[in-house]
């Protein structure tokens, strides 16, 4: 009896390969959006922190609060109201903050929360940079001056 010779690959053959390839495509994406997510949280916090020196720049150069600075008590509800408080801490730190205008690493706008001697049940609480969706990126900015410290 002559052995039939068979060329190429069997349905079963080629679903195992195409799984294969499969689980690894999902592998390296997994793998990917982590290195991603830590990417976007990195240049985030770099810009906060960039924030963060110019504004505690700005106060000392000036003696004033975040607050008397930007004139706002809180620059979180737009864009335009956020451009302006970064427009007033680099004109008062002397800064260059332009490149933060365009947003953190979701494209979002920093949002500033002045609260230092705003009018409320406490004049002293304390100024924030936050970040849209992520209150774990939150950076408090120290108090600046009397009756907060
Ligand atoms: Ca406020």
Do not use: H
Request: aromatic share 4%; hydrophobic share 40%; proline share 2%.
């Amino acid at each position: 009896m002559q052995k039939k010779i068979q060329y190429g690959f069997t349905i079963v053959e080629l679903l195992i390969v195409i799984v294969v390839i499969a689980i690894l495509a999902a592998i390296t994406i997994v793998v990917y959006t982590g290195i991603q997510e830590r990417a976007q949280i990195s240049a985030t916090k770099s810009g906060q922190q960039q924030l963060l020196k110019a504004i505690i720049l700005a106060r000392t150069n000036t003696g004033k609060t975040l607050r008397q600075i930007t004139g706002s008590n809180d620059s979180r509800s737009s864009k335009a109201l956020a451009d302006s408080a970064i427009d007033a801490i680099a004109s008062a730190s002397g800064a260059n903050l332009a490149s933060l205008k365009s947003g953190d690493a979701w494209g979002n706008y920093y949002r500033i929360d002045e609260n230092e001697l705003e009018l409320s049940s406490s004049d002293c609480r304390q100024d924030s940079i936050q970040i849209y969706g992520r209150s774990d990126l939150t950076v408090t900015v120290p108090l600046s001056q009397p009756p907060c410290i």
